[in-house]
């Protein structure tokens, strides 16, 4: 009985291994395709105050500590009026009132409260010019909203969406602050930043017209410029880039840069020293499955790119996707937004890695100047545990897709070709994301002494099967011999998600269970690191990886 049990057991095994899935990467070391830009080292969030809150303050930290190079993070409401509460898609600092005379008064206490939590870890602002001060607001009742998920999403465009009633003021008082700035932190920290003004001109967020916003444009720039004329100023972060409207708006305020009469100058164009639009997916819940749509992110990106290179005043300028995510709203969770449920999983981490790669094969396409793409996810302070938010950690716990950026950290130098059997061609991903079997692809850097391999098993429906076996063949590695680290994320490694359903998906976790959590959140390794050999400048590797995980492998060399 015993013997025919084990047989069964072996029999089982073989039909399983017969049907589990196989497919190849080839990376080839000595045939460099661009520079491994972090482009990746760009974050963001609507809700400002959550940066010096506890939480904010630890997941910003472990931000800095992502690679040598620095971390730009963008938020809304620098300039919206109120005392600093906090609260999901609302922010404010009272930069900006007036006496009972109409006389400015400035107060950077809060703004520098946010900018002193980014500069102390060595994050550089992104920072926004934005949004409209009460005290300045041509429609200013009512102002401050209490919008909620589930309710509607226009709720939120209250009296900071609409024009100044004085453009000399809303001028005055980005130079005052700018100059603030400068004082604050120096002439050469504040040189290494971004500014930009406001968001989405296009859609909802401004109240004003077309013209309206150029106006806007011009003075804001006008006053960084006096303030610091070193300052680096860029616009104007549409929404939808590859529809009709966005490429429009995107067009036109470009053109305005341009050739147009500047509305405080007089003269011919404004100060543009970097292009920024915005880039989203489009996820959908087909037979209570989520199934994502990285296409319509590709193409937004893509249509950015070819207007920028279609302006010899632009085609050099750096390009930032002010925001670049898998749908548009973080602060809605998945218990309102069901199609919002792959944020907390493997799904996220792995859509992350290959978007990015196909982000940096855009940018090679059109030989655009690509400096970063704004991960428009940070954490949400005070919200229940794995709420389903767009965030990289929930309530201090890093999620599986902060360990992709860990990942991403540990590359640089110059990315080399990969090619696969399994490898969906951008163009495909462009023209239909990735529907039919899933994409095993890989992005590869290099530098003098280390080499590193990307490797992941995407799908767009979030589901689960057997893992792939892959096999990576590595040529034209300069050394002998390697140590070889393996980075995993799935279902059992750098995943706190998986470790909280599995504790009962606690809402009030003991302490000794946050413990675990945070360990679990942190990125892990697969087995231990290995001394191989290479022959005739190739190594052979095989890895077993699952749908939707992601993996690592890490070489280093004397």
Known sequence: MKKLFCTALLLASFIEAKA?????????????????????????????????????????????????????????????????????????????????????????????????????????????????????????????????????????????????????KWGNLVYEWVKHCVKRYGQKEVESWYWEVWNEPNGDYWKGTVPEFYKLYDYAADGVKRALPTAKIGGCNVAGTGGAGGTKFLRGF???????????????????????????????????????????????????????????????????????????????GMQTNPENAYRNGTMFSSYTAASFAREYLLADQYGVNFKGAVSWSFEFENQPWFYGFRDLATNGVDKPVLNVFRMFGKMSGNRVEVTGTNFYPLKTVRDSSIRNGTDIGGLASTTKNTAAVLVWNYHDDDVQEAATIIHINLKNLPVKTVSLTRFLIDQSHSNSYNLWKKMGSPQQPTSAQIAQLEKAGMLQTAGKTENLMVKNGQLNLTINLERQGVELLKLDWK
Not at 278 to 305: C, W, Y
Request: with cysteine; charged share 20%; proline share 7%.
């Open 20 to 168: 589990q899935k196989k497919a190849s990467l080839q990376v080839d070391f000595g045939k460099k395709i661009g520079a491994m830009k972090p482009v990746w080292s760009w974050f963001g969030a609507d809700e400002p105050n959550y940066a010096y809150m506890k939480d904010g303050r630890k997941l910003l930290s472990e931000l800095s500590r992502l690679s040598k190079n620095p971390v730009y993070f963008r938020t809304h409401n620098l300039m919206t009026s109120g005392d600093g509460t906090a609260a999901l898609k609302w922010g404010s600092t009272n930069i900006y009132t007036e006496d009972k005379n109409g006389r400015p008064v400035y107060d950077f206490t809060i703004v520098d409260r946010i900018f002193d939590t980014y500069v102390k870890r060595g994050i550089k602002p992104l920072a926004q010019i934005g949004f409209m001060p009460e005290a300045l607001s041509t429609h200013p009742q009512p102002y401050r909203h209490y919008w909620k998920p589930g309710h509607p999403y226009n709720e939120i465009i209250t009296g900071w969406a609409y024009p100044p009633k004085s453009y000399e």
């Open 254 to 332: 470009l053109q305005h840069c341009i050739s147009d009469t500047n509305y405080v100058t007089g003269k011919i164009g404004s100060p543009l020293d970097a292009v920024l639009f915005h880039a989203k997916g489009s996820p959908r819940l087909i037979n209570g499955v989520v199934r994502m749509n990285m296409g319509t992110q590709l193409r937004d990106i893509e249509a950015g790119f070819k207007i920028v290179r279609s302006y010899p005043q632009t085609q050099n300028l750096p390009v930032i996707v002010g925001e670049s995510d898998p749908e548009g709203c973080a602060a809605c």
